[in-house]
């Protein structure tokens, strides 16, 4: 919060799903009080699933519209997103890593982690040098997140994801990670080398992360 309020144009780093959502809601709060503005902010979400639009209640510009942006002084010229119905996949992608290169890149990227230790949507087996690309969604990614949808049939089966290099040159890391299904992974990171198998596994060679993790997810080490 301080960092919005003492940088200049500060660039986020943003993440959906669950685990982020009291961040967010805390924001709001701060924002509501007074205590901060998001004028000068730029943000880049990590994710978006392809061939949904960004009104689908599933999109995750829809998820950061409500869970955020709308309820702030953002200006939305500064908020980026993937767009999953771009035209050209390929080069939406090359687009997002320029933009992200002409803010100056991330300086706080506020991560999660998939079941399958997944960060952003690179999945096991990514490459560590990748940067912003198409992926294809790992099944156990597309029955963790049918949840949001109406059936498992109605997941995206690919997504456009910032890549695991994009992550890495983020100038800080803010990982979190809560709830019993993510001790597996937990675990994993603490004993296993760092592997493309567990993309987590390389944020362990990040210089500046912070990782806020809750008893569920830390329960299979104890
Ligand atoms: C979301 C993202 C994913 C999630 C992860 C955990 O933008 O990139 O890596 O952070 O799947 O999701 P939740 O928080 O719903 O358990």
Redesign the pocket.
């Known amino acids: 919060m301080d960092r919005m309020n003492m940088q200049e144009n500060p660039v986020l780093g943003?993440?959906?799903?669950?685990?982020?959502e009291g961040i967010y809601q805390g924001f709001i709060q701060e924002y509501n009080k007074g205590k901060v503005s998001f004028k000068n902010v730029t943000t880049f979400?990590?994710?978006e699933y392809t061939g949904l639009k960004k009104d689908d209640p599933n999109s995750?510009c829809y998820f950061m519209n409500e869970k955020l942006l709308r309820h702030i002084d953002i200006a939305m010229e500064r908020v980026h997103i993937p767009s999953g119905t771009a035209v050209d996949l390929k080069s939406e992608c090359l687009k997002y890593e320029r933009a992200i290169e002409r803010a100056g890149g991330i300086d706080i990227q506020v991560?999660?982690?998939?079941?399958n230790g997944?960060?952003?949507?690179n999945e096991p087996g990514a490459s560590f040098s990748s940067r912003t690309h198409v992926v294809d969604l790992a099944d156990s990614?597309i029955q963790?997140?049918s949840r949001f949808f109406k059936s498992v049939d109605e997941v995206p089966k690919q997504a456009i994801?910032m890549g695991i290099q994009t992550i890495m040159d983020s100038k800080e890391i803010l990982l979190?990670i809560?709830?019993e299904?993510?001790a597996d992974a937990v675990a994993k990171l603490l004993e296993e080398e760092v592997s493309e198998d567990l993309p987590a596994s390389i944020l362990k060679k990040h210089a500046n992360i912070t990782v806020i993790i809750d008893e569920a997810a830390f329960k299979g080490t104890l």
């Open positions: 943003l993440a959906t799903g669950s685990t982020p979400n990590l994710d995750y991560l999660g982690i998939g079941e997944h960060i952003g949507f990614t963790a997140n994801s979190l809560s709830g299904a993510k």
